[in-house]
């Protein structure tokens, strides 16, 4: 799977051991920044991840910030993008199979590397429910018209 990967300042540890994990899971890894621990703005890494993944050149983004709550806000902003925060695996798979999130942010400051590597796992592996949960991400979607 092709995967787009960007983070901020306080995810940049993070994202550089999640660039490495994804490479090991087999994953085509799209790096788009930073490339230092220098602050940077978390928006505009968001943007480069969410344009990736809306406009197909990523099937899936990965977002790392202090929390991934402004990635998940930013990212959100971006049609055809839904992008959901995730803490545990548990919520990993729910926001693939109830909400088909297209994008997972993730906390580099309060979520341990390991629980991150299990959160991005599931969130690759894990495939939409379909079913009862189509409409309701359809209505997801008309709220951008
Ligand atoms: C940066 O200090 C921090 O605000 C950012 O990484 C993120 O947590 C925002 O949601």
Redesign the pocket.
């Known amino acids: 799977m092709i995967v787009s990967i960007a983070a ?1 300042h ?2 940049f540890e993070e994202k550089q051991r999640l660039v490495g994990y994804l490479a090991e899971l087999g994953h085509e890894v799209i790096d788009r920044g930073p490339n230092s621990d220098d602050r940077v703005d ?1 928006p505009d890494f968001a943007a480069l991840v969410a344009r990736d993944v809306a406009s197909g050149e990523a099937e899936r983004g990965v977002l790392v ?3 991934g ?3 998940a806000v930013a990212a959100n902003k971006v049609h055809g993008i839904r992008a959901a925060n995730v803490t545990s695996p548990e919520f990993a798979a729910l926001a693939r199979e109830h909400n088909d999130a297209n994008i997972v942010t993730v906390s580099g400051r309060f979520v341990t590397d390991e629980v991150n590597r299990a959160i991005v796992k599931t969130f690759l592996e894990t495939e939409f429910g379909g079913g009862r949960h189509a409409g309701r991400v359809e209505k997801i979607m008309a709220l951008e018209q």
């Open positions: 901020d306080a995810g978390y910030c202090g929390t709550i402004g990635m």
